[in-house]
């Protein structure tokens, strides 16, 4: 359709190609494309299956800021590693070189964010058919009316077959991620990982909307009955996208999202989830994207010659993943936006057995984990890791903030306090001990502490205040064994509770120490506590002495 074909051109961005452009193409053109140039396949019950080859997941590594007048002293440069623009201006005339020699490209001309007024128009430019139908999928398609007068505001450049030169170009490996905030443009080259182009995309709003008042979240988010809206903070493996989409809740994202003053708003247009050992059983909306025309599936192992899927066979990937319109969840936001929100969660997975399956925070202290950014990883899970290992990633999404982490998280405090916020610290790791000795935190207790801190009436129990962390526990939660809410008391070895209670508090502790001089003394005081109480001490704390608010 020439609608389709914005007036804007590339030559109008001094790019240069004899390829066959094909603009803004819609899902079953680019699924034929993808298929007809043996990029993928067909499972048998209608989504696209493609292999990302060596790069399965994020490229953390080789991902660079230019740093010049614009970015020098407005990035978090302890985080981002920087690329002089010398080492662009090559990058990029190389860039350009390789796609003049193109015979075929993919544009999709498309939105970062759902709210109007604090979205960002971006160009991707892709040689690959199913890229373009990803982050077609992923960001915010605009209605085809206004495609002819599309004019971005960044472009994003993808090329998969390009081969970055580290002595040429500045880079650690052939595979590059440069990111220039003044040019606007960022190039993606050595990896067909699709999801660099969407944190591509998060780490621009990240760095643009703070200017603008408005908080950028690495979370979920949905809405209860009420018009009460939910923002879930967690990193992998927490339960983010699974504990958002509840049936009983309108899902607003699964990923990124913006808070303004008047709304939540997702980032995005789709969905992007963890595939492997998916259940029908605990995560039956998610499962049924596994069987529509229109998802794209990230190695995902497919039988030749039935089509068939084994999401449970990680030999491609242990992060097989599944893109697909956010739409195709049945309780989904069709404005993908909610009001400003009445709970935030934090999720965590907690693999020392440490930490409560839910507790109330201040706003002191939902900076203070904000910041820390808690989760654990298991034994086996990576090389070399035998016990459970702690890891703290900034505002949940330390990978995607080029700006100072105390920017996201005062602009956090100060919404949590302007909006009398419930804040809640959920806990989906272990209960009974640590990984190895005890089990994973029934998701049944979880959905009910959290419907209880969603619904209102978990303001009105009885708390104790936790004599390491110092946040508020529920005594008691009708439908939940009471006995779960205290973790000591779940350990069969109180003295291997408090050793390891006090080994996490100082990982905190060590950790928060690098953001000590940024924050206030209210989040300073926030910290969990230094050494274990005393017996009496101990006791004391562990009465239920909080009353209901």
């Known amino acids: 359709m020439t609608s389709r074909v914005p007036s804007f051109a590339l030559s109008h961005q001094g790019i240069d190609t004899e390829a066959e452009l094909h603009w803004n193409l819609e899902t079953a053109p680019l699924v034929e494309a993808s298929v007809r140039r043996g990029e993928g396949m067909l499972a048998k019950d209608g989504p696209l299956v493609v292999a990302t080859g060596r790069h399965t ?14 970015t020098g002293d407005n990035i978090w440069w302890d985080n981002n590693k920087s690329m002089s623009p010398a080492q662009f201006a090559a990058l990029k005339a190389d860039f350009l070189s390789a796609l003049a020699e193109k015979e075929t490209l993919f544009v999709q001309d498309l939105h970062g964010g759902s709210q109007p007024e604090h979205r960002v128009r971006v160009r991707v430019i892709n040689e690959l058919a199913w890229h373009s139908l990803f982050i077609r999928t992923m960001l915010v398609r605009p209605a085809a009316e ?12 993808d090329l998969p077959s390009f081969k970055a030169d580290p002595e040429r170009h500045g880079t650690r490996s052939e595979t590059v991620i440069a990111v220039n905030m003044s040019e606007r443009m960022i190039l993606i080259g050595g990896t067909a990982y699709a999801g660099e182009m969407k944190k591509s995309v998060f780490s621009i709003l990240n760095y643009l909307l703070p200017a603008e008042g408005v908080m950028p979240m690495h979370c979920s988010a949905n809405i209860g009955p009420q018009g009460d809206t939910a923002i879930f903070f967690g990193l992998s493996g927490t339960g983010k996208t699974t504990l958002s989409a509840d049936a009983s809740r309108t899902l607003i994202g699964d990923d990124e999202h913006g808070w303004s003053d008047t709304a939540v708003f997702n980032f995005e247009g789709g969905c992007y989830a963890k595939m492997i050992r998916l259940s029908p059983e605990a995560e039956p909306e998610i499962y049924a994207t596994t069987k529509r025309f229109g998802t794209v599936l990230e190695n995902v192992v497919i039988d030749q010659v039935t089509r068939a899927l084994d999401l449970d066979d990680s030999s491609l990937a242990e992060n097989t993943r599944g893109a697909y319109p956010i739409d195709f969840i049945p ?25 409560p399956p839910i507790a109330r925070l201040t706003p002191d202290q939902a900076m203070y984990h904000f910041l820390s ?5 298991v034994a086996g899970t990576e090389i070399g890791v035998t016990e459970p290992e702690a890891t703290f990633s900034t505002c949940f999404g330390a990978p995607f903030m080029p700006r100072h982490p105390s920017v996201y998280g005062n602009l956090l405090k100060e919404r949590i306090a302007k909006g009398g916020v419930d804040c ?31 619904d209102g009436s978990l303001r009105s129990v009885q708390f104790r205040r936790d004599p390491w962390f110092g946040f508020d526990v529920p005594v008691s939660v009708p439908g939940v064994e009471q006995r779960i809410l205290d973790p000591r008391d779940t350990w069969t070895n109180k003295d291997d509770y408090d050793a390891t209670a006090a080994r996490l508090v100082k990982l905190f502790n060590d950790n928060f120490a690098r953001f000590a001089d940024h924050v206030d003394q209210g989040v ?9 109480p005393g017996a009496a001490e101990t006791a004391q704390m562990r009465e239920p002495a909080v009353q209901p608010v």
């Open 57 to 70: 997941g994020r490229s953390a590594k080789d991902k660079f800021i230019v740093r010049d007048a614009e």
């Open 331 to 355: 309780n989904c936001s069709a404005e993908n936006m909610g009001p400003v929100p009445r709970n935030v969660i934090f999720l965590t997975a907690d693999a020392f057995g440490v930490l």
């Open 146 to 157: 206004e495609l002819a007068g599309f004019e971005p505001e960044f472009t994003i450049i």
């Open 524 to 532: 300073l005081d926030a910290a969990p506590r230094g050494a274990a």
């Open 373 to 377: 950014g808690y989760t654990a990883k």
């Open 424 to 454: 809640w610290l959920v806990n989906t790791g272990w209960t009974g001990g640590k990984y190895g000795v005890g089990s994973r935190m029934p998701i049944k207790a979880t959905r009910a502490l959290l419907n209880a801190a969603l």
